[in-house]
């Protein structure tokens, strides 16, 4: 069954400490992404990959960090120096062809600062 | 770069009654744009795409969107609401430069009984 894993659903993280999201895509897909979902600000992207070994800073990386060893896992640290982590985090795929095609989006991680 | 802006933020229409909800565009070429939507606590599921083949487009559940070039809008709309339809739309453009999604804000779409 293809599609995309994120873990865990909901993750609560105390102030100061580093916590790291998982997602894995048996799409075969060559481009991975996350973005950051907050109340009325649609979708924002962190940080993407087009390829393994390569990645890119979106348009909020502050604070965040990634890594992408294997095709299949795009893992996401959320670090102690993002100031207001609490949010919704959605991880998504493309495949390399074009840019006509759409993404495909795993089902969140929702974090929480307690 | 591009932008979309989604027009409203909240509607709010009865069960059976038409649905209408705005999006503007700005890309410097000829833009993919897409609607998507999401259910709480949910990922996204793509609604339909627009990549130059037709300017109607007919998506799932009913929907389809319209992409008016001199207007610069991409509006989503359904001839009769359910209550099922209730949930969060996002108009989408397609960054190729990055071959990322830019999001608009979001329209949270209430069906009332």
Redesign the interface.
């Known amino acids: 069954d293809g599609g995309i894993t994120q873990s865990p659903k909901y993750l609560f993280r105390k102030e100061g400490q580093n916590v790291t999201l998982s997602c894995e895509q048996n799409l075969n897909h060559d481009a991975m992404y996350w973005y950051r979902q907050d109340p009325g600000q649609g979708l924002r992207l962190i940080y993407y990959s087009q390829i393994v070994n390569d990645f890119q800073k979106g348009d909020i990386a502050e604070g965040y960090s990634v890594s992408r060893e294997k095709k299949e896992s795009f893992p996401l640290t959320v670090t102690s120096a993002q100031k207001n982590p609490t949010a919704f985090y959605l991880c998504a795929t493309l495949p390399a062809a074009t840019v006509n095609t759409e993404a495909f989006f795993g089902q969140g991680t929702r974090l929480t600062v307690v | 770069a591009q932008s979309v802006t989604q027009l409203d933020?909240h509607v709010s229409v009865s069960e059976g009654t038409p649905v209408l909800l705005r999006c503007n565009y700005s890309s410097s070429y000829s833009p993919?744009l897409?609607w998507?939507v999401q259910h709480p606590?949910?990922?996204?599921?793509?609604l339909l795409?627009y990549?130059s083949a037709a300017t109607l487009v007919k998506g799932i559940n009913g929907f389809e969107a319209e992409f008016k070039k001199s207007e610069t809008s991409f509006h989503l709309t359904k001839p009769s609401a359910h209550m099922s339809d209730a949930a969060e739309y996002?108009c989408v453009v397609?960054d190729?430069g990055?071959?990322?999604?830019?999001?608009?804000?979001?329209t949270r779409l209430q069906v009332q009984p």
């Open positions: 933020s993919s897409f998507y606590n949910k990922g996204l599921q793509l795409k990549t996002f397609s190729t990055r071959r990322a999604l830019t999001f608009g804000s979001g």
